[in-house]
């Protein structure tokens, strides 16, 4: 008698529940390494506008409110995982506060809302 070749029933659902565990695993990292790469373009921008303030400050000898005026170019990621907004002080001395809250997807993220300052203090620090 010849015997029929293939897999039975069991081994297939064993496979099944074998690469249903491992993607139980496995998508949850990968969810957090894609919230990771969105949250240094989000720094790098930042520190973009950051840069273009000190520049600013130079050349007018003050800050300017808004990122548009900076001329900052902001990638659509970040657009869409971000909300970017820029605080200018009105004290004596300038200053400047940029923040970038995580909207969307990317509010799960463990770090929040990222800040940078005049004097380059970064927010929150172990995150940078």
């Not at 005026?69 to 200053?95: E, I, K, N």
């Amino acid at each position: 008698m010849s015997r029929q070749r293939g897999f039975t029933l069991i081994e297939l659902m064993i496979v099944v529940a074998v690469i249903g565990i491992l993607a139980a695993v496995a998508y949850p990292s990968y969810l957090d390494q894609v919230r990771k790469a969105r949250r240094a373009e989000a720094q790098a921008t930042l520190l973009n506008i950051g840069a273009k303030q000190q520049q600013n400050l130079l050349d007018m000898r003050s800050y300017r409110s808004s990122i548009a005026d900076l001329q900052v170019s902001v990638p659509a990621s970040v657009q869409l995982t971000y909300s970017l907004t820029v605080v200018v002080g009105t004290a004596t001395v300038p200053a400047f506060t940029a923040t970038a809250a995580p909207i969307g997807t990317q509010a799960a993220d463990s770090c929040g809302t990222l800040t940078l300052t005049h004097r380059g203090a970064k927010s929150p620090a172990t995150c940078w």
